[in-house]
């Protein structure tokens, strides 16, 4: 079965890192993905640079980055202002983020969830318009950082509000990495069934050691696109505690084991995350760089 996972560490991998990485590195980080055979990649956020200074390059790195048939970059949209950067960049896709709480969301995006909506809602029409890949994403659509739990109630109520703005795709997001297989397994069911027309795609932190699991059940459920970052670098520079996103390279190495098929090569991104870890000057979160693959590699 095929599973298209979303290479993010780009964006949100590299969004919450103290020191700025130079625009030839996160070139570098895309070139690398895309020749492992990473075929979606969020490679940029269109975020005021004063709010993340990380992304201020944005511009520069879409510039550098290989223009080849098959691979689509994303970049994450706020306002319109956002999606006049991302046109003008040359995106293929955009994401929307509407966050589930009003806490979050205010000091997030700067919104409430209801003004969240409406943007997402202007945006779409206007990147539709343009011929853009439209992803909206829920984001702490497993517990809220400031409000604590989110009912499934509430997350299926926003599925069916922004599911009429035709998005291609409906991705749930774990922020904060509090879910857990069995609440993951019931909103990506009833996401789906909600929005039949949307694929479902599925956004996990490893926070406490669930992101995994998480992705697994996501995938029984129906989800057939994850979200990774290579060495499972990232976090969310609103979220507090918030840790790194699943790493591309352990999620593949289950995926390759149970018969998956994504096209993306796992070698070669376990040497992307063991370079990233010397880029960064940290070792990456990913196990895969230290154990290496099973059976071992002959050559
Ligand atoms: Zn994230």
Redesign the pocket.
Known sequence: MDVTVVE?APR?GLQNEPEIVSTADKIRLIERSIAAGVRRIEAVSFVHPRRVPQMADAEAVLAGVPRMDGVSYAGLVFNERGLDRALAAGVHEINVVVVATDTFSLRNQGCTVADGIERWRALAARAADSGLVRTVTIAAAFGCPFEGEVAESTVLELVRRVAQDGPQEIAL?D?IGVGTPDRVRALVAATGAIAPDADVRC?F?NTRNTGYANAFAALEAGARVL?ASTGGI?G?PFAPA?TG?IATEDLLYTLDRMGYVTGIDLGRVIETGRWLGEVLAAPVPALLGRAGPFPPETK
């Open positions: 993010v949100d997001a922020t956004h932190h979200d990232g969310c918030a996103n």
